[in-house]
């Protein structure tokens, strides 16, 4: 029987246990039962975000949550900084512009870091600015952007709130949503949470809270305050995904078990042997800025990195992600996030040196695998 990987950034691989309870027979999403599984899977929500407010959960992908926090946030012609690094940068600045906000748009070198002192001097420039939007890791780079020094410099100003997309970052690596000032930050299911598409998360700051009083965007199944009202009755404003939310209080009591910081070593270490073999190939890595939860590598000179893409997929069943708008053709992408495990990423690397070969780019065997196998010995 073939064997198929699935190792790009979203959807992930899923844990067979989480799967097995998602199999269970549907119950009622207005019963004592299911209240009482949403009120666990609340309280190990705010373990993993590292705070003590509501962490809200729609039923839609994390881009619904990124913008029920625009619609939520903001009125008609506010204005908010949007840092664009990458494809879901733009996503931000999509979203101001279908609502009339005015996005002041940081334009970011891909495979680059945001520089805060240029978030600093837009702020200054624009002192009626209402929030920054900004990835803590932008997915189609790779790149991992300084959110906990905005962070800090937003505590400072009562006025303006940050809002980070953490969708492929909470869980991977550490995000002390209330130590760091981040006031809203969303998530998905499909990424480090290790479940299939459907369920969205944001967590709101009560500094947050204030400008959701006074936000006069249109909204109705996107709504905080609906949502807040529903969380006081232990159940949700409309019909939730029960079953994901059933698999989401298996995936959590895992990661309790485990706790944050054995997880955040289990994906550095995924991350740090894939980059090892990555760069023993003579490969240069593309994110200046490299995150835990996705490789980005670029292709050698005269490959178009969709072809390795389509190999890898096509003659050994493992699914990675090329390079998005400008990057496609140029990049591709090995995710470290999902149920995944060192030997994942061995296979991945000697397929790929295998590709690559193939492709005309001269890689001796085993020389990827040897160097990412060394590192994950020593650590």
Not at 249 to 257: A, F, M, P, Q, S
Not at 259 to 287: C, D, N, Q, V
Request: aromatic share 8%; proline share 5%.
């Amino acid at each position: 029987m073939d064997k198929s990987y699935l190792m790009a950034p979203g959807p992930v691989t899923v844990d067979p246990e989480v799967l097995a309870e998602m199999s269970r027979p549907v119950i009622h999403h207005r019963s004592p039962e299911f209240s009482a599984i949403l009120t666990e899977v609340r309280e190990g929500l705010k373990y993993l975000y590292q705070t003590r407010n509501d962490v809200l959960i729609l039923a839609s992908s994390g881009t619904g949550g990124m913008e029920a926090s625009v619609v939520n946030l903001l009125s008609p012609g506010d204005k908010a900084i949007v840092v664009r690094g990458g494809k879901f940068g733009e996503r931000w600045s999509e979203l101001c512009n279908a609502y009339k906000v005015e996005a002041i748009n940081l334009e970011v070198t891909w495979g680059e870091a945001v520089d805060p002192q240029e978030v600093k001097k837009a702020l200054d420039d624009n002192p009626d600015v209402k929030a920054v939007f900004v990835q803590a890791h932008e997915t189609s780079t790779g790149v991992k952007h300084p959110v906990r020094e905005l962070g800090i410099m937003l505590k400072e100003r009562p006025n303006t709130v940050l809002v980070v997309d953490a969708i492929s970052a909470l869980g991977v690596y550490e995000l002390k949503t209330d130590d760091w000032g981040l006031d809203v930050v969303v998530t998905g299911s499909q990424k480090a949470l290790s479940l299939p598409p459907g369920l969205a998360f944001v967590s709101v700051s009560e500094k947050a809270w204030k400008f959701a009083q006074e936000a006069r965007l249109p909204r109705y199944y996107f709504d905080f305050l609906r949502e807040r009202k529903a969380i006081a009755r232990q159940t949700t404003a409309f019909t939730p995904a029960v079953s994901l939310i059933i698999g989401l209080r298996e995936v959590l009591n895992k990661i309790i078990k485990t706790g944050l910081p054995a997880l955040y070593a289990h994906h550095r270490r995924l991350s740090e042997a894939t980059k090892a073999g990555i760069t023993a190939m003579g490969l240069e890595l593309f994110s200046k800025a490299p995150s835990e939860s996705v490789t980005a590598v670029k292709a050698p000179e005269g490959i178009d990195a969709q072809d390795v893409v389509k190999l890898l997929r096509e003659e050994y069943g493992i699914t990675i992600a090329g390079g998005q708008a400008q990057a496609r053709g140029k990049i591709f992408r090995i995710s470290h996030m999902g149920y995944l495990d060192e030997w994942d990423m061995l296979i991945a690397l000697a397929a790929l040196e295998r590709v690559l070969n193939r492709l005309g780019y001269p890689v001796e065997p085993g020389k990827g695998v040897a160097a990412a196998e060394a590192y994950l010995v020593q650590n």
